[in-house]
Structure formats: C-alpha cells, structure tokens
C-alpha cells in the first residue's frame, strides 16, 4: 500500500494530488501513518503541517511546521506556512518572526511578502505592512491585490493622493467593490475633492453598501458644493 511506502517522493505526490482536491483529512492520515516510518524526514512534517493548515488545524500545523525547521531550517516553505498558522492562530508576534525568516531564505517570493504586510498592518505597524507591500509590488507590479493592500496602508498613514492612487488602479480591475469605491469616497472628500468623492459615495451606494454613513456624506458633501 502506498501508505506504507518508504519512497517519500510518491507519497508526496499522492498527498499533493489529495490536498488538490480537498481531501485534507486523508492526506493527514495517510502522513501521520508514514511519520512512523519515517520519522526524521523533514517532508513529512512540512506536509503534515502544510495538511493541517489546510484542514483550518492551526496548533497541529504549528507543532508539525516547527518539527520540520527543526529537521530542515533552511527551507523557505516551512517557514512561510508556519507564519500562515499562527497568522490564522492569532499569534501574530511569532507570525512575523517566522515570515521574516522566509523572506530572508527567499527574497524573491511575492506571496511572502504579501502576507507579511497584512501582518503588519494587522498589528497596526504601518510602515513595515507598506515597506513589505512596496516589495510584494517590486517582484509583481500587476498584482492588483497588492494595489488594494498599498492603498489601505497609506490611507493608515494619512497619505491619502497616494491611497487613492492605488485603489483608483485597483477598481479598475473591480468596478463592483463596493467598499473600495466607499473609501475611494472618504479619501477624495479628505483632499477637498468633493465632486469625486460624491461620485465615489453614489457607486458604493449603487452596489449596495449597506452602510449608514453614506447618505450622511452626501448630504454633506451636497452642502459643500452648493456653498463653494
């Protein structure tokens, strides 16, 4: 049976294919089994905790992952998954330790640095969350998810032209983000450039925003433009 396998590269393969598919419980299965057999190879653990976060198991990915770097502290992978666990775990401290350790094995990966900005930004840092975004853009310039993350940083910073910048680029890409237009809407009237932001408001209000505060922007901004 393949589960008793000692050939680790095809039953890395069976667990790739059933990770592909959703199978995550059976790839752990199969993986905890083989662990016995094989208990010092790095991959086992790396996939096993890779499974686990699959399957939403943020603690049991955290102690497979961290076997691993124990086997294998070199490897890039293993310590990107890890900060995804304790991203998912809310332990955002140990996350950014062990994404800056990815970053540091791979400096060229996008998705590393993507999600050390969000990070960041999610623990209120905000320049290291745009310096880490700044370096998602570098590698990948036409990733649109990084102009909507860059957008909300500088908004953060109080740099509104250059948030507007990037989510003015952003929903180009998606004209039906409600959201994005709402803050397309606020960061205009920051400006004093009511008329796009009146625009902006009546788009998000268009889609449907269920949010209360933009009748009272417009009637707001309305008062502006008749007084100007």
Partial sequence: M???????????????????????EEAINI????RKLNPNDYRIWYYLGASYLDNNQ????????????????NEYGI??????????????????ESLSMAAKLERNDEEIWLD????????????????????AKYLNPNDYRIWHCLGQVYTKLGKYREAIEYFSKYIKLNDDDSK????????YYKIGQYKEAQASYL??????????????????IENLLKNK
């Fill in 203 to 220: 788009k998000a209000k268009e889609l449907n925003l269920d949010n209360k505060n933009i009748n009272e922007m417009l009637e707001k």
């Fill in 116 to 135: 050390l900005g969000c990070v960041y930004y999610t623990v209120n840092i905000y320049e290291e969350s745009k310096a880490s975004f700044l370096k």
């Fill in 31 to 34: 993986l905890l089994k083989n």
């Fill in 79 to 96: 310590w990107h998954n890890l900060g995804l666990a304790y991203t998912e775990n809310k332990q955002y401290k140990e996350a950014i």
């Fill in 180 to 187: 994005t237009w709402f803050n397309l809407g606020f960061l």
């Fill in 58 to 73: 943020y603690k049991e990915a955290i102690e497979s992952l961290l076997t691993a770097t124990k086997l294998e502290p």
């Fill in 2 to 24: 393949l589960e008793e396998n000692n050939n680790i590269d095809d039953l890395i393969e069976k667990v790739e294919s059933l990770r592909e598919y959703g199978k995550y």
